[in-house]
């Protein structure tokens, strides 16, 4: 299709020099161009990225980037964005939008036509970000960025060189060169690839290193599949010895990083004698130091609220605690520091926490500060560890969060940073059940009592219905019902927040269209409140199986049949037993009721590719059952 349009052109050196450069791609992929086409949403055809660092406190890094644009599929590839603070300026941008029927550019971008979105909420006043959203009339087309940052008041890091970052990308060639003084030892890392970062120096001595992907192939979403952050391939730089807003630290190791990230806590947990006061009074009653905690926690919720400035985005150093206590806000930083301030006014020690809620692992090996984007608090109590999260008052206190639970996390103490390993759930106890009686009628209407009850990380995922007004919340309840026909009725909500926190949610529904009605017969659905449980089937499986969600669902169902009708046909009791879980189905007719009984149990893990038929069966056999029907005869 493609190869069609660049004919059909004739335009000369931009249109042979695309096509030219796709063809050369799709060959080094090893995969026909047809699929390939089908399969890419665009291509990154040429990339430049040099940094060009003269001292530990600045740098220049000069940008260029040229993208295809095949489809629109992959329009948000022409998008531009560059985050700027207090550490880093935009001091040049140009972009060239090109079409296949031109030479010349159809568009020339200036720096004043990028938008810009600050992000500052009172505690900084530097961040903001520059974006530019392309767009072309037809596809495909190409655009040009080319763009040039200056780094000033330290570099604490040096950037990752990852140049493909979506599904469905292709990439032709990508180039990183950085340049630093023969005075800085700087470290690399790479990570899902063979290729070698060449190392050389400059006549003046000065260091540099140079890493080329070349041709990549393009990247496709499986279902279960690894993310895309665990296929991509990367190389992280960082420096040993770094400098960084007027401070000097080592990062050598995740313990020589936890000691510089420790002193930036000195002095920044004073609080105010009204503060103080405040907790010896709320804490007055309070038994164990467990209470206390727990009284600090719902006093940070109930007098700050959060305002999202990530990691990297002015500074590494968290708000000093007056601060967060003068204005009501802060970041995750200024929030956990703040706790940390309390909890030692009461005499509890508690440990300042950075830690990833995009990616579980930290490399052990090597450390830099681009690894983790969230700050939370460990407090180690004698019986029991807990782990605070500070941004969300929402949450329960002493509940690990989805987002972090099972993570690497580093602890940050006077001795130095230590790699550690959050708890996680076992999949049995992220539990949801529902227990339904159903009462139908001769015509197939249906009057319905359920209780859903969901604890731990099912809990989470429910417990966002407590904060949504009452006709979203039987919205929300009546899209979890496999009915054509339902109205939600007398919705009530009782939350428990605790350490292991559930939500328990009672409502009744009407349906008048419950099942089929066919002649003298009706077909009545098993199990409602369970949706098709399949995936599709897979051509050549590429990658392991990730089901990165454990949990165990039960529903015990009773259906009171109508009078007038009789049992036909039932679907037989099953159990399923595989690796990746286990179901059990059961059904009993006791007189006029039939009691339907479903278990399912899965199982978190990666599991080898060439399960997958294994896996797709067992989801298979599940759906088969929840889809089922009773047939019932009129008598």
Avoid at 103 to 131: C, H
Avoid at 153 to 172: A, D, E, H, K, S
Avoid at 246 to 258: A, E, L, P, V
Avoid at 462 to 479: F, G, H, M, N
Wanted: charged letters at 20%; glycine letters at 6%.
């Amino acid at each position: 299709m493609i190869f069609t349009k660049l004919h059909q052109t004739g335009s000369p050196a931009l249109a042979k020099s695309l096509l030219v450069t796709i063809l050369v791609w799709l060959s080094a992929t090893q995969v026909c161009a047809q699929e390939q086409l089908k399969n890419a949403y665009s291509i990154l055809t040429e990339s430049t990225t040099e940094i060009i660092c003269d001292s530990p406190t600045s740098a220049i890094r000069k940008e260029s980037r040229t993208i295809t644009i095949l489809n629109d599929k992959g329009r948000d590839m022409a998008y531009f964005g560059c985050m700027c603070d207090k550490f880093t300026t935009l001091t040049k941008f140009s972009g060239e939008v090109f079409s296949l029927t031109s030479a010349q550019p159809i568009r020339k971008i200036k720096k004043s036509e990028l938008q810009m979105t600050e992000y500052s909420s009172g505690l900084t006043s530097d961040d903001y970000l520059y974006y530019y959203q392309c767009n072309a009339p037809s596809y495909p087309f190409i655009v040009k960025y080319e763009w040039e940052v200056k780094c000033k008041n330290g570099l604490i890091g040096f950037p990752t060189f990852m140049p493909q970052y979506r599904f469905n990308q292709g990439v032709t060639k990508a180039t990183y060169r950085l340049q630093t003084p023969a005075s800085i030892d700087c470290r690399f890392r790479t990570v899902n690839t063979q290729t070698e970062v060449k190392q050389s120096k400059t006549a003046d001595g000065s260091k540099v290193y140079e890493v080329v992907f070349q041709n990549l192939p393009v990247l496709e979403s499986e279902p279960f599949g690894p993310s895309i952050g665990q296929l991509l391939p990367y190389v992280h730089f960082a420096p040993s010895l770094f400098t960084f807003d007027g401070s000097q630290g080592n990062m050598k190791t995740w313990k020589d990083y936890g000691t510089w990230q420790y002193s930036l806590l000195t002095g920044r947990d004073q609080l105010p004698d009204a503060v103080k006061a405040k907790l010896r009074e709320l804490t007055a009653n309070c038994t164990t130091d467990r209470e206390k905690v727990q009284v600090v926690y719902n006093y940070l919720g109930a007098t700050t609220r959060y305002v999202s400035i990530q990691l990297g985005i002015g500074g590494l150093q968290p708000i000093a605690a007056t601060d967060v206590c003068r204005t009501g806000f802060g970041d995750c930083k200024g929030l956990s520091n703040y706790a940390h301030a309390m909890l030692t006014e009461l005499g509890i020690p508690s440990i300042y926490t950075v830690i990833s809620t995009d990616n579980e692992r930290l490399l052990p090996d090597f450390a830099s500060a681009n690894q983790m984007n969230h700050v939370i608090l460990q407090v180690p109590l004698p019986q029991d560890t807990l782990w605070l999260e500070c941004t969300n008052p929402q949450l329960p206190f002493g509940y690990i969060h989805e987002g972090v639970a099972g993570h690497d996390a580093l602890l940050i103490s006077a001795r130095g940073g230590t790699i550690y390993r959050l708890p996680s759930y076992p999949d049995s106890l992220n539990t949801q059940a529902n227990n339904a009686r159903i009462i139908l009628s001769a015509a197939g209407e249906a009057n319905i009592e359920n209780t859903e009850t969901s604890c731990l990380h099912q809990y989470e995922n429910e417990s966002v219905i407590t904060r949504l007004e009452p006709a979203k919340q039987k919205d929300r309840l009546r899209t979890g019902i496999s009915l054509a026909q339902a109205d939600i009725h007398q919705v009530q909500i009782n939350e428990k927040k605790s350490a292991f926190p559930r939500i328990e949610i009672n409502y009744s529904v009407t349906s008048n269209q419950y099942g089929n009605k066919t002649g003298n017969r009706l077909f009545i659905p098993v199990n409602v409140f369970r949706k098709g449980f399949t995936t599709s089937d897979s051509k050549q499986r590429i990658h392991p199986i990730h089901i990165n969600y454990g949990y165990l669902d039960t529903d015990s169902i009773r259906l009171q049949l109508p009078e007038g009708y009789a049992i036909e046909a039932l679907p037989r009791p099953q159990t399923v037993e595989s690796k990746f879980g286990t179901f059990c189905s059961n059904i009993e007719v006791e007189g006029r009721e039939v009691k339907i009984t479903h278990r399912l149990l899965m199982r978190r893990g990666v599991y080898p590719k060439d399960m997958y038929t294994d896996y797709v069966d067992f989801r298979k056999q599940v759906a088969g059952q929840y889809n089922g029907k009773i047939i019932l005869k009129k008598e």
